[in-house]
């Protein structure tokens, strides 16, 4: 399975680009085409407008934009695609950053008539900062600058460029034409000298599996399960999602915050004990000694252990109309672990189109990024982000109204 | 069962994926909210959550109850399966009655008969009455494009309203289920899967399901180009001409509104193939209630339906 999240606004075709995945791989069903042939006739357009297949709300049709993050899904006989549609406009920065927040790779698109443009940048800014793996540059409307090879080359280079500043981890840069289909399930005639795989190709081959932390032991205790039947009297296991490392029987932990050491007696599933657990498996872990555990505690190894931290500097974007000022109070979620946590210094701002950072910035209004020093009431169990993206991000939500107010990155901690 | 061969790489399946973010989210909301509920219909859906919830607290039993908006229009095999299923997993089933609740001005019949929209009051009316802070629904974003941009984690008001454009962002795999008294959450573990991985979960995890799911003979009636069973609550109009044919139902709802589907698939394997291979969703061809405008699930899904 491949999480993708697409980026570019409409103009750059990435609603065509969509149209064209799902439609190429018979994921668009007759009835839905009916619907948005009919929904574009009614409107006058005098071609399907594909965009309407994904903008799903009634205010996205009326306005024709894209306001929310849509999730669409596609299979080939390779692969299953969740697609993290999201809006490209500058005000919606918030949508990019969640629907890059779980994707293994991410598409930006350009309109190759106008090449590298303030939103490209932007949005190739956003995916590494939320360390997306994998970067597809798609390169689009070929064929309205007849195919150039030099057009091509051009932005490849410029993109190439810019992208030695963002430290981006994998990045293929593909020409295509999304309203013709070129490059996009197969190679294009119309481009031979191009020598690199169709985006479908390269989508269903790219290799994710090894971009999972399978080194450091994360498994935060989500939910302990006792049952306290006459069939299981005296069974206490402590539930979770395997955040990171690999985790077998038999292996010594240490849970925090208590710092006791024990040593793992079985890992349970619904179908009996398993000889390893990894990411993402959801499982059951029995330990040897009866220690204290609860929700929101961590089980890690001896030597190899998260940092404790109560001071925590982070990059973080603001996604609320009520700007984010020094000394504000809110509730911090990560992992299984809930805290209080208090804004104690606003470090700078960023501009994520020219990434100048602005210092002795007062407040992060909507859409801002910036960098910021929490202290929380209690520790976390935590990871730098680059390292993490489990145990290194967390959400920080308003205390009166309950709104998930910003998605956090962190950078570093330190213990108070 | 995790696959040897698949271990080696620690890479899982796209079914295990699947269920392992479901059991993270039904392990997540029983942690965090006080009382949650399974909305259970006895449709295919409900079945797999309730099959996934008590994967996700085995060896504990199911932390929940679950609940049927009852509209009176029932296919008989359905019922009978809902009991037995509740019986076998040892939960308590609560079921809010739509006749008792037009008796009681809850809601009004609808004078075309059909009570699919009217169960949205009497579903707000039991979750008020028990207090539950968190249902859990089994609609999948690919169901209806309204769908597509609802949250795992769908905060409702104290009207038990969807607000489409002020949703919280939802990141990573950190939900925010914070509520105010009033307030409740709809909760949606099979979000990313399709109809065709709640089939093929099915058959890998041999979980049994209503005989109506496989093809049998059936008399049926056309109605606005869809195959409606001839049922207490659903009969042919003058003119709608009744026939024998071989269907299976690809969803269970409302007997009154929920199509059949023409279909030889009498078995798992083939109604998989049948699904794979199929070119019209599955509520544009069994649901009448979903061709009345291109937003009917958005305008159903604000008032609080599931």
Redesign the interface.
């Known amino acids: 399975?491949l999480r993708f999240a697409t980026a570019g606004s409409v103009d750059d075709g990435k609603s065509t680009l969509i149209g064209r995945l799902l439609y190429d791989s018979?994921s668009i069903?007759?009835?839905?085409l009916e619907?948005v042939e009919q929904?574009s006739a009614a409107k006058g357009d005098d071609y399907v407008n594909l965009a309407l297949?994904?903008?799903?709300?009634?205010?996205e049709?009326e306005q024709g934009i894209t306001?929310?993050?849509?999730?669409?899904?596609f299979?080939t006989p390779r692969r299953?695609f969740?697609i993290a549609d999201t809006p490209g406009h500058v005000q919606y920065t918030?949508?990019m950053?969640?629907g890059a927040?779980?994707a293994d790779l991410a598409i930006v698109l350009v309109d190759a008539r106008k090449g590298l443009v303030e939103q490209s940048r932007r949005h190739a800014f956003i995916t590494t900062l939320l360390r997306v793996p994998h970067l597809v540059l798609a390169v689009n409307k070929m064929d309205l600058v007849n195919w150039s090879q030099e057009v091509f080359e051009q932005i490849q280079e410029e993109f190439t460029g810019f992208a030695t500043k963002l430290d981006v981890p994998d990045l293929t840069i593909v020409p295509i034409s999304a309203l013709h289909g070129d490059n996009i399930v197969s190679r294009s005639p119309n481009m031979p000298w191009y020598e690199g795989p169709s985006l479908l190709h390269h989508l269903e081959h790219v290799h994710v599996?090894s971009d999972?932390n399978?080194i450091d032991v994360r498994f935060p205790v989500?939910?302990v399960?006792?049952?306290q039947?006459s069939?299981?009297p005296d069974?206490r296991g402590y539930?979770?999602?395997v955040a990171s490392g690999?985790l077998k029987p038999g292996d010594e932990v240490l849970v925090l915050p208590s710092g006791f050491t024990s040593r793992i007696e079985a890992i349970?599933?619904?179908?009996?004990p398993?000889?390893?657990a990894?990411p993402?498996?959801?499982v059951?872990i029995r330990l040897a000694d009866e220690l204290d555990i609860s929700?929101g505690d961590m089980i890690c190894r001896p030597h190899n252990t998260p940092m404790v931290a109560q001071d925590i500097d982070a990059m973080i974007c603001w996604?609320h109309d009520r700007p984010l000022v020094r000394g504000r109070k809110l509730?911090l979620?990560?992992t299984?672990r809930t805290v209080r946590a208090l804004v104690k210094s606003l470090r700078y701002r960023l501009d994520v189109n020219t990434l100048h950072r602005q210092e002795g910035a007062e407040a992060l209004g909507l859409n801002d990024m910036g960098r910021i020093v929490l202290r929380t009431t209690a520790p976390l169990f935590a990871d730098e982000y680059r390292r993490n993206?489990?145990t290194g991000?967390?959400?920080l939500?308003d205390e009166a109204t309950?709104?998930?107010v910003a998605?956090g990155m962190i950078i570093e901690g330190q213990a108070r | 069962?995790?696959d040897k061969t698949v271990?080696g790489?620690?890479?899982?399946s796209?079914l295990?994926?699947?269920?392992?973010?479901s059991?993270?989210v039904f392990?997540?909301v029983?942690?965090e909210l006080e009382r949650p509920v399974l909305l259970f219909s006895g449709g295919k859906d409900s079945i797999v959550m309730l099959h996934l919830a008590?994967?996700?607290?085995?060896?504990?039993?199911i932390p929940f109850p679950v609940l049927h908006v009852d509209t009176g229009h029932n296919f008989e095999e359905v019922l009978a399966f809902r009991d037995r299923l509740v019986e076998e997993l040892g939960v308590r089933l609560l079921v809010a009655d739509v006749v008792e609740g037009i008796r009681r001005g809850l809601a009004v019949e609808p004078p075309d008969g059909t009570r699919n929209r009217i169960q949205t009051p009497v579903l707000l009316d039991a979750l008020e009455k028990h207090g539950f802070t968190a249902a859990f629904g089994g609609a999948r974003?690919?169901e209806?494009?309204?769908?597509?941009?609802e949250r795992v984690f769908s905060f409702r008001d104290d009207f038990g309203q969807w607000d489409?454009?002020n949703?919280?962002?939802?990141?990573?795999?950190?939900y925010?289920g914070?509520?105010?008294p009033g307030e409740s959450i709809r909760v949606f573990p099979l979000?990313?899967w399709?109809e065709?991985?709640v089939w093929q979960y099915i058959a890998q995890q041999s979980i049994a399901l209503p005989s109506i799911y496989f093809a049998h003979d059936r008399q049926v009636f056309e109605r606005a180009g869809m195959l409606f069973g001839v049922h207490e609550y659903c009969r042919p109009k003058a003119g709608e001409e009744v026939l024998t044919a071989r269907v299976r139902y690809r969803t269970v709802g409302d007997a009154s509104l929920t199509a059949a589907v023409r279909s030889t698939a009498d078995t798992l394997d083939k109604v998989i193939e049948e699904v794979a291979a199929?070119?019209?969703?599955e509520r544009?061809?069994t649901r009448g209630d979903d061709k009345f405008s291109?937003?009917a699930m958005?305008d159903r899904k604000r008032e609080g339906y599931f």
């Open positions: 399975m018979k069903f007759t009835d839905q619907a929904a297949l994904t903008d799903g709300l009634r205010a049709r306001i929310d993050v849509a999730y669409r899904y299979a299953k969740v918030r949508n950053v969640t927040s779980l599996s999972r399978l989500q939910y399960i006792r049952p039947s069939q299981f069974y539930a979770g999602t690999v349970d599933t619904a179908d009996g398993v000889a390893e990894f993402p498996m959801a059951t929700r996604m509730t979620k990560h299984s993206r489990t991000g967390f959400i939500i309950n709104a998930t998605a | 069962m995790i271990t790489e620690y890479r899982l796209q295990q994926a699947l269920e392992a973010e059991i993270h392990r997540e029983v942690a008590r994967r996700a607290f085995w060896p504990a039993h974003r690919d209806d494009k309204a769908r597509a941009k489409p454009k949703q919280r962002p939802e990141l990573w795999s950190l925010n914070r509520i105010h979000s990313n399709t065709l991985d199929t070119r019209i969703t544009g061809a291109e937003a958005e």
